[in-house]
C-alpha cells in the first residue's frame, strides 16, 4: 500500500467511528475545520499552505500529510512548495528537518500519482 492509500484509508476509518459517536462539540469542530479552508478572502491554495506551514512547525506528521494532499489538489506546484517548506523550516527550526523529509517523499508519491 502506497504511503497516500494508508494515511487515507486510515483518516478515513477512523474520522467515521469517531463521527459514529461524535457529541454536538466534535461535530462542529470538524466542520469548522471544513469551513475555514473554503475560498474566502484567501484562496483554498493559499489556506492550504498556511496549514501546511503550520503543520510543519507544530510537527504533526498527519495534519503534514493532509495538507500535502489539499495543496496537490489545490494546484501548488514544485517551486512554491519548496518555498512552502523553507518557510516552515525557517520558523520552525531544525527540529522540522525530519517532518521536511517526510513531507517531500509524501509530495514526491503524490506527484507521481498525480502524473
Same mark, same amino acid.
Given at each position: 500500500?502506497?504511503?497516500?492509500?494508508?494515511?487515507? #484509508?486510515?483518516?478515513?476509518? %477512523?474520522?467515521? !467511528?469517531?463521527?459514529?459517536? &461524535?457529541? =454536538?462539540?466534535?461535530? !462542529?469542530?470538524f466542520a469548522l475545520d471544513t =469551513? =475555514?479552508?473554503?475560498? @474566502?478572502?484567501?484562496?483554498?491554495? =493559499?489556506?492550504? %499552505?498556511?496549514?501546511?506551514? &503550520? #503543520?510543519? /512547525?507544530?510537527?504533526?506528521? $498527519?495534519?503534514?500529510?493532509? +495538507?500535502?494532499?489539499?495543496? +496537490?489538489?489545490? @494546484?501548488?506546484? +514544485?517551486?512554491?512548495?519548496?518555498?512552502?517548506?523553507?518557510?516552515?523550516?525557517?520558523?520552525?527550526? #531544525?527540529?522540522?528537518?525530519? +517532518?521536511?523529509?517526510? &513531507? /517531500?517523499?509524501?509530495? $514526491?508519491?503524490?506527484?507521481? /500519482?498525480? #502524473?
Amino acid at each position: 500500500m502506497s504511503l497516500i492509500e494508508e494515511f487515507e #484509508s486510515y483518516r478515513t476509518k %477512523m474520522n467515521d !467511528r469517531i463521527m459514529e459517536t &461524535a457529541n =454536538t462539540n466534535i461535530k !462542529r469542530f470538524f466542520a469548522l475545520d471544513t =469551513t =475555514t479552508y473554503a475560498d @474566502g478572502a484567501l484562496d483554498v491554495k =493559499t489556506k492550504e %499552505m498556511l496549514g501546511l506551514v &503550520a #503543520s510543519m /512547525v507544530l510537527r504533526c506528521d $498527519d495534519c503534514i500529510k493532509y +495538507h500535502l494532499g489539499k495543496c +496537490h489538489e489545490a @494546484g501548488v506546484n +514544485h517551486y512554491e512548495m519548496n518555498e512552502v517548506f523553507m518557510i516552515a523550516n525557517l520558523v520552525g527550526g #531544525s527540529i522540522v528537518i525530519p +517532518h521536511y523529509r517526510r &513531507a /517531500v517523499e509524501y509530495w $514526491d508519491e503524490l506527484n507521481e /500519482v498525480g #502524473s
